[in-house]
């Protein structure tokens, strides 16, 4: 655990107006630059509070701490935590807990740089919350294309066996990596030794998940939250950001950035004092990719916004994940969105309608308006074809698709009546901007 995280990840030095203040989760890698192993930790944290024994249903003074801080989930949602701890405590029969660190989002890299400096928070989280809900199991997922990762984790599970640290037994995994067998119920279908692909249609998984057990699954960073708010309590956790949204939130930033970098910033911090503080931007922005690939492009006149969900909701967006992807001039806000669709629909599941044939039409379509081959019907095909696509699936991944191809045709409007009326603009053939992996389908699902 001495090597440094991912190096294209940086997170960023502890300059800015609140960016030591703002620190919590990555407080100690600020604090040291090294990723912290066990005996770090628990220099910095102390051990993990005793809650309540494993099976002790009447304990539930984490859940109310966490329901008084106003923890919601870091994966994307941004569900309230003590609802899901509590309706999976409540349910009959011996409880499972799994950590999504699988971080399918291409623009993301938090959960990746959070459990590589900082695993134990992380680890602490997830004993902690299956303490709460009566579990005696812990599964932590990740992709099995992230082979370091997994070796760095399996150290840090190791450490806390020698030190008999955890009442829970902690099982690693490795899954097959596609954007949606992240999802929730891929998790659990996979576990259960299907394939990780969404199964979205009832029983949901904290009512019958693993093995037929009420399943709770948080990410990673989520859980790291938990853990410093069972340590500190709900007053404290209150203290950064706006009283309807607090707390911090990791935050990746890439694109048009002097390198991609991961930050703690608080809820609430302006997107463009967030962009600050990675920019060294010589062409003025275009536009920036709020949320990440299923996320809402906003025009530069919006940047500043702050980022919760309450002032990113009337602008069609949400803080999701916590990704910004900043695209400078020249680009061609069509084109990159063309290649993140494709992607999208190479990685659909294919289970549901609006996989197989809307995300697929979209994309195509999407992909001719950015190359300026558009037939006559070609744009009043495309809005209501993205307009049919949200809440059809058994999953979210549609929507996320539609949000951003619905986004791209609001945000590059201009573009979009010169591509159909001239064909391809110049900034179309220029290089791409964005890293977008490409749009084959997974290789496997199991
Ligand atoms: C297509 C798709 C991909 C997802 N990928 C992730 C992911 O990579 N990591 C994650 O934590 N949640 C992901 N989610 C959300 C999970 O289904 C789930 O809501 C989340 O892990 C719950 O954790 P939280 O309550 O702590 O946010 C994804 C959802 C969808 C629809
Ligand atoms: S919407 Fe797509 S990804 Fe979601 S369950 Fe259906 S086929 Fe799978």
């Given at each position: 655990m001495n090597s440094p995280p991912t190096a294209a990840f940086e997170p960023h030095p502890t300059t800015g107006p609140d960016a030591p203040a703002a620190a919590r989760l990555l407080a100690s890698w600020y604090a040291t630059g090294r990723p912290a192993v066990l005996t770090d930790h628990l220099r910095r944290h102390g051990p993990p509070p005793v809650t309540a024994t494993p099976g002790d249903r009447t304990a539930m003074p984490l859940v109310e701490a966490v329901e008084a801080a106003g923890l919601t989930g870091r994966g994307g949602a941004a569900f309230p935590t003590a609802g899901k701890l509590r309706a999976v405590a409540e349910r009959r029969g011996r409880a499972v807990v799994v950590v999504n660190a699988m971080e399918s989002e291409p623009a993301s890299r938090k959960d990746q740089f959070l459990l590589a400096v900082a695993p134990h928070l992380v680890l602490d989280g997830a004993v902690l919350a299956a303490t709460a809900v009566g579990s005696d199991t812990v599964h932590v997922c990740l992709p099995r294309t992230r082979t370091a990762q997994y070796r760095q984790l399996g150290a840090a599970?190791?450490?806390?066996?020698?030190?008999?640290?955890?009442?829970?037994?902690?099982?690693?995994?490795?899954?097959?990596?596609?954007?949606?067998?992240?999802?929730?119920?891929?998790?659990?279908?996979?576990?259960?030794?299907?394939?990780?692909?969404?199964?979205?249609?009832?029983?949901?998984?904290?009512?019958?998940?693993?093995?037929?057990r009420p399943t709770l699954v948080h990410n990673a960073e989520t859980l790291a939250h938990l853990a410093l708010i069972a340590r500190h309590g709900p007053g404290w956790f209150r203290q950064i950001g706006p009283p309807d949204e607090p707390g911090t939130m990791l935050v990746t930033v890439s694109g048009a950035v002097a390198a991609p970098q991961v930050l703690e910033v608080a809820l609430g911090t302006p997107l463009a004092t967030v962009l600050d503080r990675v920019a060294e931007r010589t062409q003025p922005l275009l536009a920036v990719l709020v949320g990440g690939f299923a996320g809402t492009w906003l025009p530069v006149e919006h940047l500043r916004v702050p980022l919760t969900r309450r002032d990113l909701a009337p602008l069609g967006a949400a803080p999701g994940a916590g990704v910004l992807v900043a695209l400078a001039q020249p680009a061609c806000g069509l084109t990159e969105t063309a290649r993140i669709l494709a992607y999208l629909a190479a990685h659909g599941a294919r289970q549901c309608g609006p996989c197989r044939f809307g995300l697929p039409a979209v994309a195509q379509d999407f992909t001719a308006l950015a190359a300026g081959r558009a037939d006559p019907d070609l744009l009043s095909r495309l809005r209501r074809r993205v307009g049919l696509l949200p809440g059809r699936g058994a999953c979210r991944h549609p929507d996320g698709a539609a949000r951003l191809a619905a986004s791209a045709l609001r945000t590059f409007a201009d573009d979009v009546d010169h591509h159909l009326a001239r064909g391809a603009c110049r900034a179309a053939r220029r290089p791409t901007r964005i890293d977008v992996p490409p749009a084959t389908p997974p290789e496997t699902w199991r």
């Amino acid at each position: 655990m001495n090597s440094p995280p991912t190096a294209a990840f940086e997170p960023h030095p502890t300059t800015g107006p609140d960016a030591p203040a703002a620190a919590r989760l990555l407080a100690s890698w600020y604090a040291t630059g090294r990723p912290a192993v066990l005996t770090d930790h628990l220099r910095r944290h102390g051990p993990p509070p005793v809650t309540a024994t494993p099976g002790d249903r009447t304990a539930m003074p984490l859940v109310e701490a966490v329901e008084a801080a106003g923890l919601t989930g870091r994966g994307g949602a941004a569900f309230p935590t003590a609802g899901k701890l509590r309706a999976v405590a409540e349910r009959r029969g011996r409880a499972v807990v799994v950590v999504n660190a699988m971080e399918s989002e291409p623009a993301s890299r938090k959960d990746q740089f959070l459990l590589a400096v900082a695993p134990h928070l992380v680890l602490d989280g997830a004993v902690l919350a299956a303490t709460a809900v009566g579990s005696d199991t812990v599964h932590v997922c990740l992709p099995r294309t992230r082979t370091a990762q997994y070796r760095q984790l399996g150290a840090a599970l190791d450490e806390r066996r020698r030190a008999h640290l955890d009442p829970v037994r902690l099982r690693l995994h490795a899954l097959p990596p596609a954007y949606v067998s992240s999802e929730s119920t891929a998790l659990v279908r996979w576990l259960n030794g299907g394939p990780a692909r969404p199964r979205g249609s009832p029983p949901r998984a904290h009512e019958r998940g693993i093995d037929r057990r009420p399943t709770l699954v948080h990410n990673a960073e989520t859980l790291a939250h938990l853990a410093l708010i069972a340590r500190h309590g709900p007053g404290w956790f209150r203290q950064i950001g706006p009283p309807d949204e607090p707390g911090t939130m990791l935050v990746t930033v890439s694109g048009a950035v002097a390198a991609p970098q991961v930050l703690e910033v608080a809820l609430g911090t302006p997107l463009a004092t967030v962009l600050d503080r990675v920019a060294e931007r010589t062409q003025p922005l275009l536009a920036v990719l709020v949320g990440g690939f299923a996320g809402t492009w906003l025009p530069v006149e919006h940047l500043r916004v702050p980022l919760t969900r309450r002032d990113l909701a009337p602008l069609g967006a949400a803080p999701g994940a916590g990704v910004l992807v900043a695209l400078a001039q020249p680009a061609c806000g069509l084109t990159e969105t063309a290649r993140i669709l494709a992607y999208l629909a190479a990685h659909g599941a294919r289970q549901c309608g609006p996989c197989r044939f809307g995300l697929p039409a979209v994309a195509q379509d999407f992909t001719a308006l950015a190359a300026g081959r558009a037939d006559p019907d070609l744009l009043s095909r495309l809005r209501r074809r993205v307009g049919l696509l949200p809440g059809r699936g058994a999953c979210r991944h549609p929507d996320g698709a539609a949000r951003l191809a619905a986004s791209a045709l609001r945000t590059f409007a201009d573009d979009v009546d010169h591509h159909l009326a001239r064909g391809a603009c110049r900034a179309a053939r220029r290089p791409t901007r964005i890293d977008v992996p490409p749009a084959t389908p997974p290789e496997t699902w199991r």
